[in-house]
C-alpha cells in the first residue's frame, strides 16, 4: 500500500488502525510509543512503517509518560494501547489531566467487547469521566482519520490530553478513507518552564483540578456548537442515541429511524441531546458495552430506553440492534464454536508445560501465547489476572499454603511480560522471600508472540528492528541477588531441564530459570534483520 502524502483524489482502503496511523502522519506526530496489545497493535506499527517516529516503551505507563513529557515540550504525541492497558497508565493518566499539555497528547484506548484476545472486558467510556478527559469514538475509518485529527487540534486548543476509544471491529475493519483534511503544522518543540502547573505536589495540584473542571466544561460547551455530532432526522416514531461501532450496526438495523451520532462522548453535548430526545416520539440509546451513555443521560433527567443485561456482553451486530429494538430478552442461539486455540507445533513452551504437568506444579501464569498451556493437553495452568501477576500471585501462594503444597509453586512469565510488570515481582521475592523459597520460570522465546511478533526490550532491536541496548534477564536476576540462575534450552535437553527444574523445587531457595528458545515464527525474521544490518554494516565500511 502507498502511504505517501495524502492529494484530494486519494481514496484508501484503511482499516481503523491504520487510519489513525495515517492522521498521525499528516499531523507531524513527533512521537508514538506505546505497548502492543490486541487489538491496537498495528496502530504504531503501520504509523512506522509510513515513516513515522515510533518506538515500543516496556510498558503502559512508561509509554504515557515519555509522551506527556515530550508534550511538556511542545511536541505532538500519540500513545497506543489495549483497554487493559489504560489500567497500567492510569497513575500517570488522571495526573497529566490536571498538568494539562503544551503539544498534543493523543491517547488511543482499543476496548475489546466480547473478549477476542483479553482477560476481560472493561469498558474504557469510565476513564474519561473519572479521570476528567474528552473522548472521541470514531464509527469507520474515515472519522478514525478524522477522529485522530480533531483530537490533535483539541488537545492544542484547550491544553489538554485527549483520549480517542476504538474497538476491536473498528480496529481491524477496513473501510474508504479520503485523507484530504489538512491541519496547522505542528510547532518546533521548545521547553518553557511551568513549575506550578507540571509539578503536582498539593499546593499546586488544588488549583490544577479547578483548572481541568472549568477546562472541561469549555469543551462541553465547545461540543455543543462545534463537536463531531451528526442529527440525522427521519420522522418523530424512533430516534437512535448511538456512537461508535455501535451507530453503524444501528443504522443498518434500522435505516428508517431519526439519529443522533456523538463523536464527541465526553464532556456529552447534554443540550444537543436533549433537544433530539424531545424530537421524536420513542429514544433508544444503542451502545455496546456498559449502560454508560444512557446511564448519564437519565440521570441528566431525560426519557432513554437501554438495552437489557444480556447484550452488556459481547459486540454487538445488526441482528442483536433488531433484537434490543424489538424488546426480544429471548435466549440467543449460541455462536457457532470454531477450532480452540492452542500452541503451535514444534513450540518451546510446550516442553515446560510438559514438565509442569508431569511434576503436579502449582502454576501461576501469566498473559501471552504462553497461557494456552492451561488448555488441552497441557492443563498446567492455575491462575491467570494480569501481565506481570503471575509472580506476585506465586508469592502469595508460597507464603500462606503448607510446606508440602508451597514447595509445588511455580510462577511461569514470558519475556515481554517479564519485562512489561514482571521485574518488579522478582524485586518483592528478594525483599520479602517465603520460607520454602520460590522458583520463577521465564519462558523467553525472544518476541512478543501473542501480539504479532513484536520486539521488547529483551530482544535488542526497536520497533523498527534496528539494533538497541538488550536487557539481559539473568544478569539482572544476579544483581538482583537471587541465589540460582539457570539459563536452559527447553528442547535441546528436556531431562536436564526437568532435573534442574526439580533441584530448583527441592532446594528451598529463590531461583530463577529461563528456558529460552526463540520461537520458530520468529527465528526466520530475525536472521533476516540480522543479515540486513551486516550488509548495511558492509556497506558503510
Known sequence: MDFEKA????????????????????????????????????????????????????????????????????????????????????????????????????????????MASSQNEQDNRWYARAAGMPMFEPSDSQEAYDFTLRAIELSEE???PVMLRMTTRLCHS????????????????????????????????????????????????????????????????????????????????????????????????????????RSVNRCVVIEEGDPVLVESLRAAGMTVEGKSEQYRFGELNVNRVRRILSGDDSVEAAAAKGKPPQLCKGCP?????????????????????????????????????????????????????????ARRVVSVIGDSTFVHSGITGLVEMVYNPPKTGHVVLILDNGTTAMTGLQEHPGTGR???????????????????????VEVVDPTKDPAGYERILIEALDSGKLCVIIARRPCLLVAGKVREYEKKRSAETDAHE
Not at 179 to 193: D, K, L, Q, T, V
Not at 236 to 254: F, N, Q, V
Not at 358 to 367: E, F, K
Request: glycine share 10%.
Open 174 to 277: 477496513k473501510t474508504v478513507v479520503r485523507p484530504e483534511r489538512s491541519i496547522a503544522e505542528a510547532g518546533r518543540p521548545e521547553f518553557h518552564r511551568n513549575i506550578k502547573g507540571r509539578v503536582m505536589i498539593p499546593a499546586y495540584a488544588r488549583p490544577a483540578h479547578k483548572r481541568l473542571r472549568e477546562r472541561l466544561a469549555r469543551i462541553a460547551r465547545w461540543n455543543e456548537t462545534s463537536g463531531p455530532n451528526d442529527t440525522i432526522q427521519a420522522g418523530k416514531d424512533l430516534g437512535i442515541i448511538a456512537s461508535g461501532i455501535a451507530y453503524a450496526h444501528a443504522r443498518e438495523a434500522t435505516p428508517d429511524a431519526s439519529f443522533l451520532k456523538i463523536g464527541l462522548t465526553w464532556p456529552l453535548p447534554t443540550e444537543t441531546i436533549a433537544k433530539f430526545v
Open 462 to 484: 526497536t520497533l523498527a528492528h534496528q539494533p538497541t541496548g538488550q536487557i539481559v534477564f539473568e544478569d539482572l536476576a544476579g544483581a538482583l541477588g537471587i541465589e540460582r
Open 158 to 160: 484547550f491544553a489538554a
Open 349 to 405: 513452551h510446550r516442553v515446560s508445560f510438559e514438565i509442569l504437568r508431569r511434576l503436579n506444579c502449582i502454576v501461576a501464569g501469566d498473559i501471552g501465547c504462553y497461557t494456552l498451556g492451561v488448555l488441552p493437553p497441557f492443563e498446567a495452568m492455575d491462575t491467570c489476572i494480569c501481565m506481570g501477576a503471575s509472580i506476585g500471585v506465586g508469592l502469595g501462594l508460597r507464603h500462606v499454603l503448607p510446606d508440602e503444597q
Open 7 to 114: 492529494n484530494v483524489a486519494e481514496r484508501l482502503l484503511l482499516s481503523g488502525n491504520e487510519a489513525v496511523a495515517r492522521a498521525a502522519l499528516d499531523a507531524g506526530v513527533s512521537l508514538g510509543t506505546g505497548y502492543p496489545g490486541t487489538p491496537s497493535t498495528e496502530i504504531l506499527e503501520n504509523f512506522s512503517r509510513m515513516g513515522g517516529p515510533a518506538q515500543w516503551a516496556p510498558n503502559e505507563k512508561v509509554a504515557m509518560e515519555v509522551a506527556l513529557g515530550a508534550s511538556f515540550a511542545g511536541a505532538r504525541t500519540l500513545v497506543t494501547m489495549k483497554h487493559v492497558g489504560l489500567n497500567v497508565a492510569a497513575d500517570p493518566l488522571f495526573t497529566a489531566a490536571h498538568t494539562g499539555v503544551t503539544g498534543a497528547m493523543v491517547i488511543v484506548t482499543a476496548d475489546d467487547p466480547g
